[in-house]
């Protein structure tokens, strides 16, 4: 079945550091993926969708200079938070649709910014 | 805009028990329905959908929901869980007008079953 690769799938860093997660659509292409955060306890909250060849569209209230996306092939989406901070750590997941369900999930990536 | 409500946050369950598991939608146009499950460690996956036709749908391992458009409701039952079925269950809802295929998640409903 169609398979969503995120990496990595854990990061730690200091404050000021800038941190990209890829994602990566392994057997099939996708010319939207979304990008998802994940509080403790709470919902998935969509942040953004990421189109191939175009900018992406960020839900309201995510800061787009805060939250870089790039789509740059068909199987690949990245997410660069820049310069982390605290508030920022989380867990960030990817999708991409699918033919007979809309999504299929990456595995998510556990970001903690000290 | 679309939202999802879930009011059981944490369920606890013995084996053999019956579940349900509430779901409701607030969206003024057709609606596609779903419920992901999340096991410890694991991605979100799929348990079962609803787009159109017969409102009951049968999903993976033994769950099914019902669709009662009159209730915006979309409950997810079982009627004997495992302990293998302790997760996190997601309700979620997709508008189809304009919503393209962005899902609206509920906060999610935490499911212990114990031996």
């Known amino acids: 079945g169609a398979v969503v690769s995120q990496h990595p799938s854990r990061v730690i860093c200091k404050s000021g550091t800038s941190v990209k997660i890829e994602c990566r659509s392994l057997d099939f292409q996708a010319t939207t993926m979304f990008w998802y955060r994940q509080f403790p306890k709470q919902s998935l909250m969509l942040m953004a969708t990421s189109n191939e060849g175009s900018k992406a569209t960020y839900e309201q209230g995510v800061e787009k200079d805060k939250f870089l996306i790039n789509h740059a092939s068909l199987t690949l989406s990245t997410l660069t938070v820049t310069s982390a901070h605290p508030e920022d750590s989380s867990f960030y997941i990817c999708?991409?649709?699918?033919?007979?369900?809309?999504?299929?999930f990456g595995d998510g990536t556990r970001l903690s910014i000290l | 805009a679309q939202s999802v409500s879930q009011h059981n946050h944490h369920v606890i369950l013995s084996e053999a028990a019956s579940l349900e598991l509430g779901c409701n939608y607030s969206?003024?146009?057709?609606?596609?329905l779903f419920w992901y499950v999340q096991y410890p460690g694991q991605h979100l996956q799929l348990l079962l959908k609803y787009f159109s036709g017969d409102p009951l749908v049968k999903g993976i391992k033994g769950f099914e929901a019902e669709f009662i458009k009159s209730k915006f409701s979309f409950n997810l039952r079982k009627p004997s869980v495992q302990w293998s079925d302790t997760a996190e269950y997601f309700c979620a809802v997709n508008g189809l007008t304009g919503g393209g295929n962005k899902l609206t998640f509920g906060t999610g409903t935490q499911l212990k079953v114990e031996l």
């Open positions: 999708s991409a649709p699918g033919d007979n369900q809309p999504q299929h």
């Open positions: 969206y003024g146009g057709t609606v596609n």
